[in-house]
């Protein structure tokens, strides 16, 4: 029994085609045209941002560096009831309740926070401290990165840093309401008069 | 190239006379040419796949070659977390590396634990290894890590090679004291 060999016929090629020039040259030519067309046109090809001079502009929902935010008469909204850092999963929000002096008439209805230092190097920007604030004073849409440093101290924002950042549309309040009390609005319930 | 003038050609003098600083030149070819170990544990390493993709591409700033081999490379980029096991390794593979070597902490992680309390993760790197400059972000942005490259080769340029110290949490306590009693 013989075994059946199958004969392949050498394929022609032409001395032109087995020198592969013009193949190379075809190659090279893309290559060349696409340089030039992306060195010396407008309309060209390249997705490299060029980061620091050619910035991308981020999502109205990116979740960048904290702001807390401030009421009308610059004093910062939050209360200091310490949702935000309990719910905190990098535990890298440090609050102390301050309480307003007597008279005030916020004195016995919110406190607010005598310090209010976030390491931002701990930081996860996971949104949950925005999320747990019932009173809208703490959020992350000031749209920018948290820009890296040399020294571990530089990111400790404290409550100056902190309610000194504007959102991305520049506003350092919030649109959300709020009644303060001695408005019409206000329930009028605090510690000493309660339900 | 302003950096390469300021260097072998003074700023108030005429072309043709080289007064220059040895040190600044060569700070200069160094900050454009630094070879990275990317020491890439978790998932801050796809960021810094990003970073050396088309869209950020470290490569414009001579960044972005890998060296698989400490021995030739530069600069150590921690990426990610570091439990307590690799810390040992991590720390070998810094002291294999030859001078002069810079370290970039990437990420939250890396820099201090970031949200790991617990005992398998070694909380910051420069627990065992000095770190030349810290990437907040979990991950953290590739604009973030080029950020921190430009600050690394800032500080190349400086000569400033003091890693940066553990400082205790003295912030603290001094913000606690500038903070009013009472407010109005």
């Known amino acids: ?195 | 190239m302003g950096d390469l003038r300021q260097a072998v050609i003074g700023p108030d003098v005429e072309h043709g006379v080289f007064t220059s600083k040895f040190e600044s030149l060569l700070a200069w070819a160094r900050k454009y040419s630094l070879f990275q170990y990317p020491f890439a544990t978790a998932c801050c390493g796809i960021e810094l796949m990003a970073t050396a993709g088309p869209h950020y591409d470290i490569a414009r700033f001579g960044a972005e070659a890998p060296r698989f081999s400490p021995r030739q490379s530069d600069v150590l980029w921690v990426v990610g977390t570091i439990s307590q096991r690799q810390g040992p390794a991590l720390k070998r593979i810094y002291e294999q590396m030859a001078e002069p070597k810079w370290v970039i902490s990437f990420g939250t992680c890396a820099s201090c634990g970031g949200f790991y309390d617990n005992y398998t993760t070694i909380p910051g790197i420069d627990k065992i290894i000095p770190v030349d400059v810290y990437i907040p972000g979990c991950p953290p942005r590739p604009e973030a890590a080029l950020d921190a490259l430009m600050l690394l080769m800032e500080k190349i340029q400086n000569n400033d090679r003091s890693p940066s110290v553990v400082k205790p949490r003295e912030v603290v306590h001094q913000l606690r004291a500038k903070a009013p009693k009472e407010r109005r």
């Open chain 1, 1 to 195: 029994m013989t075994a059946s060999v199958k004969v392949m016929k050498k394929p022609k090629r032409t001395i032109a085609e087995q020198s592969y020039v013009k193949e190379v040259g075809k190659g090279l030519g893309l290559t060349i045209g696409r340089f030039l067309k992306n060195t010396f046109t407008e309309d060209n090809d390249i997705v490299t941002y060029r980061y620091p001079e050619q910035k991308r502009t981020y999502p109205r929902r990116f979740r960048g560096i904290h702001r807390l935010t401030q009421r009308e008469d610059g004093s910062p909204r939050c209360v200091a009831c310490l949702c935000c850092s309990t719910a905190c999963p990098a535990q890298c929000i440090h609050i102390e309740a301050g309480e307003y002096a007597e008279g005030d008439p916020r004195y016995g209805y919110e406190r607010y926070p005598e310090v209010f230092v976030i390491d931002e190097l701990r930081c996860i920007f996971c949104g949950y401290c925005v999320e747990a604030c019932p009173c809208d004073a703490i959020r992350m849409d000031t749209g920018a990165h948290m820009p890296p440093s040399t020294s571990r101290e530089d990111f400790l924002f404290d409550k100056e840093i902190l309610l000194s950042l504007p959102a991305q549309d520049g506003t350092v309040l919030t649109a959300n309401p709020r009644h303060e009390p001695g408005d019409a609005s206000h329930p009028g319930i605090d510690r000493e008069h309660g339900h």
